[in-house]
């Protein structure tokens, strides 16, 4: 922003801004702020349709960059000045209060993931133990499964070896009255 925009804005003459910005060049480095060549300011002239009412300028303006225009309020006596000031800070306080609580948000989202990643090697573990047990467990059932097989096998046999007719008249009558 060019120095009469902000003397405008701040309820400030152009040559008073000037004046506090020449008693405090230290607050304002290259990239806060720079005065404009004559031929800058010329195309800028062209540029703004209103160009007329400026007249004459006996010094090329100052424009100011974001911090510029931050750091000029610090060094203006103006009322809008001192609030656009007060303004500023309050607003520097809370991003930083603001990014203080991101931090502590963005630490406990990563406890949260090692939590988390903790808790998946776990659960790899345990499944993979449980997935041993039932492939051991299936083979105790199968030869289990096998063993009763073999013994029933064996059962029939001995009970086709052991099942006799027996001879006599007793046992025709004990057939015959079922």
């Not at 008073?16 to 010329?42: C, G, I, Q, Y």
């Not at 303006?61 to 500023?88: C, R």
């Not at 949260?112 to 990643?117: A, D, G, I, T, Y």
């Amino acid at each position: 922003m060019l120095d009469f925009d902000l003397a405008e804005l701040y309820g400030s003459e152009t040559k008073r801004l000037k004046e506090a910005v020449r008693r405090n060049l230290k607050r304002f480095p290259s990239d806060f702020m720079f005065e404009l060549t004559k031929e800058e300011f010329e195309s800028l002239r062209s540029q703004i349709a209103s160009s007329n009412k400026r007249g004459g300028t006996r010094y090329m303006p100052f424009a100011f960059t974001e911090q510029g225009v931050a750091m000029l309020s610090s060094v203006l006596n103006s009322e809008s000045a001192i609030e656009i000031n007060i303004s500023i800070m309050r607003a520097f306080v809370t991003v930083r209060q603001y990014l203080s609580s991101l931090n502590s948000t963005t630490k406990e989202i990563e406890e949260l993931k090692q939590r988390m990643k903790m808790l998946e090697e776990g659960n790899e573990d345990t499944i993979a133990a449980v997935n041993d047990l039932s492939e051991d467990t299936r083979k105790e059932l199968d030869d289990i499964y096998l063993a009763l097989s073999q013994l029933a096998e064996k059962q029939k046999h001995v009970n086709k070896q052991t099942e006799r007719r027996p001879i006599g008249f007793a046992h025709y009558k004990e057939n015959n009255k079922k």
